[in-house]
């Protein structure tokens, strides 16, 4: 695959948005400082341009923060030729240590419910700016927690039963109902 980047302006005179044709991931990852990219090799190796200030990652795009002495007309070829390079050479945003994949707990049954939310309704929640974490299951009612955008969201309701109901009734039959465990 031909890896394509291109640049969008921001709102923010000091950022630019590098879109790129391929996912790069599920959620976020927002690298405020050199320091807190330690855990990725691509923020890490963006921070090693002196003009980079901030680095911020969501599905298909890095939004980068320049240093106010920095020129976008100077500085956006050299960025976008990095970001093609470092997308083909499959730089990691985040490094997944051990200790944080996730480590459910429970019942067999507990840890499949649990492993399925995990893998197939948390990316998609994070895309839409929210959070759900699995709570309980007691006599085929599972309780989850919907956070972020999610929380209060007119469509939540819609995604708890439409979406995840139906996902982990299909996957695990003895699921009888999702419900959520309002903040």
Same mark, same amino acid.
């Given at each position: 695959?031909?890896?394509?980047?291109?640049t969008?302006?921001?709102?923010?005179p000091?950022?630019?948005?590098?879109?790129?044709?391929?996912?790069?991931i599920?959620g976020?990852?927002?690298?405020?400082?050199k320091?807190?990219?330690?855990?990725?090799?691509?923020?890490s190796?963006?921070?090693?341009f002196?003009f980079?200030?901030?680095?911020?990652?969501a599905?298909?795009?890095?939004?980068i923060?320049?240093t106010?002495?920095?020129?976008?007309?100077? /500085?956006?070829?050299i %960025?976008?030729e990095? *970001?093609?390079? =470092?997308v @083909?050479?499959?730089?990691?945003i985040?490094?997944?240590?051990a200790?944080e994949?996730?480590?459910?707990?429970?019942?067999d049954?507990?840890?499949? /419910?649990?492993?399925? %939310?995990?893998?197939? *309704?948390?990316? =998609?929640? @994070?895309?839409?700016?929210?959070?759900?974490?699995y709570?309980?299951?007691?006599e085929?009612?599972?309780t989850v927690e919907?956070?972020?955008?999610?929380?209060?969201?007119?469509?939540s309701?819609?995604?708890l039963?439409?979406g995840?109901q139906n996902?982990?009734q299909?996957?695990v039959?003895e699921?009888?109902?999702?419900v959520?465990n309002?903040?």
């Amino acid at each position: 695959m031909t890896i394509n980047v291109y640049t969008e302006q921001t709102p923010n005179p000091a950022t630019m948005k590098f879109m790129v044709n391929k996912l790069l991931i599920n959620g976020s990852e927002d690298f405020a400082t050199k320091e807190s990219a330690a855990t990725s090799p691509f923020a890490s190796e963006l921070f090693k341009f002196n003009f980079v200030n901030g680095v911020f990652f969501a599905s298909n795009f890095v939004t980068i923060t320049k240093t106010e002495d920095a020129e976008w007309a100077d /500085i956006e070829p050299i %960025l976008k030729e990095f *970001v093609k390079g =470092a997308v @083909e050479s499959e730089y990691k945003i985040k490094e997944v240590t051990a200790d944080e994949a996730p480590e459910f707990e429970g019942t067999d049954l507990e840890k499949k /419910i649990q492993q399925i %939310l995990f893998d197939y *309704v948390r990316p =998609a929640v @994070e895309q839409d700016g929210g959070a759900i974490s699995y709570k309980s299951f007691d006599e085929g009612v599972v309780t989850v927690e919907l956070r972020g955008s999610c929380s209060g969201c007119p469509s939540s309701t819609i995604t708890l039963k439409s979406g995840i109901q139906n996902l982990l009734q299909r996957m695990v039959p003895e699921v009888k109902e999702v419900v959520s465990n309002a903040m």
